[in-house]
C-alpha cells in the first residue's frame, strides 16, 4: 500500500493541525523528555503545519534507528503486526479521523499511530525493545496463550506505559500521548499506578473499550528491554 499524499483534503490539513496543536501544547509538561526530544528531531516531517508525509518520515527514523513505517488499512492480524516489529517496521494507517470524531475514535487512525508513536522510535532503546517484543511473538507464533500474554505487555508498555521521573508520572505510551482525556487522567494520577511487574502484566488482561484503570511504570527504558529477559525465561519453562 501506498500513501497518496494528493486525497488529503484541506478538512484533513485543519483536522490534522489541530489534532497536533492542541494536543502538543497539553502534552509538553506531561509526557517523557524522550518523546519530545525525539518529536523534535522527526520536526522537519512531522509538524502542526502539513500531514506527513510517510517517505521523509522514514528516511529520518531509518537513518537513526534503521525503523521503517509500513502501511496497513487498519488492525491487522495480531502476528502479522508483531512479524513487522521484529523488521523494524511498525505499521500505520493513513487515514484521518473526521472532524465530529476529534476526541474518540473506534480504530486507530493516522495520528494515533503516526503522533503516538513514531516519535520513541527515534530512540534506540525504545526502538529494540519494541523488536525483541516482535521476536518473541515470532518465536511463540504458534501458543495462542502467550502472543495474548505478549498483546498484553504491548499493552501496558508501547500502548499506555509511564515511566517516573523525579517523582512525577509522565507518559510514553502511544494511547495515553494522542489522547488528551487519558494524558490529563494520567497527570491527575487517575487509576492505579503500579510498580513494572512483568508476572503482574503477562496476567492481566486488559480492555480495549473502557477508560484504563492501571498502569504500570517503569523507572527508564533500559528497565522495558531487560524485562524481556525474564519473559523469555517464563515462556521458556512454560513450554
Ligand atoms: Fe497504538
Not at 476529534?102 to 525504545?126: K, V
Request: charge should be negative; include cysteine.
Amino acid at each position: 500500500m501506498k500513501q497518496e499524499m494528493s486525497k488529503y483534503t484541506e478538512n484533513d490539513l485543519k483536522t490534522w493541525n489541530y489534532l497536533f496543536e492542541h494536543q502538543y501544547s497539553n502534552i509538553h509538561d506531561k509526557v517523557c523528555w524522550e518523546y519530545l526530544d525525539c518529536l523534535q528531531q522527526l520536526s522537519e516531517a512531522l509538524n502542526p503545519h502539513e500531514i506527513p508525509d510517510f517517505e521523509k518520515l522514514n528516511s529520518l527514523l531509518y537513518l537513526k534507528t534503521g525503523w521503517t513505517i509500513h502501511i496497513v488499512p487498519g488492525l491487522i492480524e495480531a502476528t502479522d503486526f508483531f512479524n513487522h516489529l521484529k523488521h523494524k517496521r511498525f505499521c500505520s494507517s493513513t487515514w484521518l479521523r473526521s472532524e465530529d470524531e476529534l476526541h474518540y475514535i473506534e480504530e486507530p487512525d493516522m495520528f494515533h499511530d503516526i503522533f503516538g508513536h513514531i516519535p520513541l522510535f527515534m530512540n534506540q532503546d525504545y526502538a529494540d525493545f519494541a523488536q525483541r517484543i516482535g521476536d518473541l511473538a515470532i518465536k511463540w507464533r504458534e501458543d495462542e496463550h502467550k502472543i495474548s500474554q505478549i498483546q498484553r505487555l504491548y499493552w501496558f508498555t508501547i500502548e499506555f506505559g509511564v515511566i517516573r521521573r523525579k517523582g512525577k508520572i509522565k507518559s510514553y505510551g502511544a494511547g495515553i500521548i494522542s489522547s488528551i482525556q487519558e494524558v490529563n487522567k494520567v497527570n491527575n494520577r487517575i487509576g492505579d499506578f503500579n510498580k513494572y511487574d512483568i508476572n503482574e502484566i503477562l496476567n492481566r488482561p486488559f480492555n480495549i473499550d473502557t477508560v484504563q484503570p492501571a498502569y504500570y511504570v517503569i523507572e527508564s527504558f533500559s528497565e522495558l528491554y531487560k524485562s524481556l529477559n525474564k519473559v523469555e525465561r517464563l515462556f521458556s519453562k512454560a513450554a
